[in-house]
């Protein structure tokens, strides 16, 4: 059966069929509440310019005289930290640890090593050194050996990495 609807009645019908074609935008929707949680880092220190950190201890190592004091070595190297909420950084020198000493650094002889220093103490390696930049550790290498240990002549070498962060 079909109605007949007058004009006026049929521009409201079409008014609400135009209409009623929104209600499912218009309908209720579910919200969440997004949190993002951004932990900002001060960009890192900058250790000698990324330039290697050599310490040369010249062709006359006598071996007889290796003793923890003999050939000790300034350790040079430039620092420059910015950007940091405080000046409170830390300093890790990683590497792999003798034999006879883990605290002191592997080299390529059997019994002998090179300690590293923090104004005249011994710096373990693998362990973090707190400071506060722009005052920074005054570092020292000098060779050592097993007690005891009769070491042979020849070239050496050690490596290790310098980490530096702020705390």
Known sequence: MLCRLGPALSAACLALMAWGGCFPALAKTATATVTVKITL??????VNDNKLIEVNFGNDVMTT?????????????????????????????????AAFDAGVLKTNKTDFGIALLNNGKRLPINGW???????QPTLEAVPVKRSGARLSGGAFSAGATMKVEYR
């Open 41 to 46: 880092t001060a960009p890192p220190c900058d």
């Open 65 to 97: 005289r290796v003793d923890g004091e003999y050939k000790k070595m300034p350790i040079n190297y430039t620092l420059k930290c910015q950007g940091g909420a405080s000046n409170a950084v830390r300093m890790r020198i990683d590497g792999q640890g």
């Open 129 to 135: 050194l707190n400071f506060t930049y722009p005052d």
